[in-house]
């Protein structure tokens, strides 16, 4: 099973920009779509964006897209999202996430269902 330690979180005015990342060993990393979810105080787990093994897709929450981007970098075994424009609303703990599921479909997995995760990160947007 993979492990991931996921990073970069902190605090950022409303407009800023942050860029998590998400370090994966253990297990083969290229055989899992690697995706960001976000809990926000008093919320339920939501996805945010997902890659796949091979890194040719990705797909983006609504709320999101635009202002987020996922990226992976399969040669050392890490994944990126870059979140720019960030609002109060973007205010959670952010959670790397991977599993086996071919291409996005971990994006409409539900997260217990989810194989790995990381510790969390968190990120505050003040206005």
């Known amino acids: 099973q993979v492990q991931l330690v996921d990073a970069g979180g902190g605090l950022v005015q409303a407009g800023g920009s942050l860029r998590l990342s998400c370090t994966a060993s253990?297990?083969?990393?290229?055989?899992?779509?690697l995706a960001w979810f976000r809990q926000g105080p008093g919320k339920e787990r939501e996805f945010v964006a997902c890659?796949?093994?091979?890194?040719?897709?990705?797909y983006y929450a609504e709320s999101v897209k635009g202002r987020f981007s996922i990226s992976r970098d399969k040669d050392r075994d890490l994944a990126y999202l870059q979140m720019n424009n960030l609002s109060i609303e973007d205010s959670a703990v952010y959670y790397c996430?991977?599993?086996?599921?071919?291409?996005?479909?971990?994006?409409?997995?539900?997260?217990?269902?989810?194989?790995?995760w990381g510790q969390g990160t968190r990120v505050t947007v003040s206005s």
């Open positions: 996430a991977a599993d086996e599921t071919p291409g996005i479909s971990i994006a409409t997995m539900p997260p217990p269902m989810v194989r790995s």
């Open positions: 253990g297990g083969t990393s290229n055989n899992f779509a």
């Open positions: 890659i796949s093994q091979n890194g040719e897709y990705t």
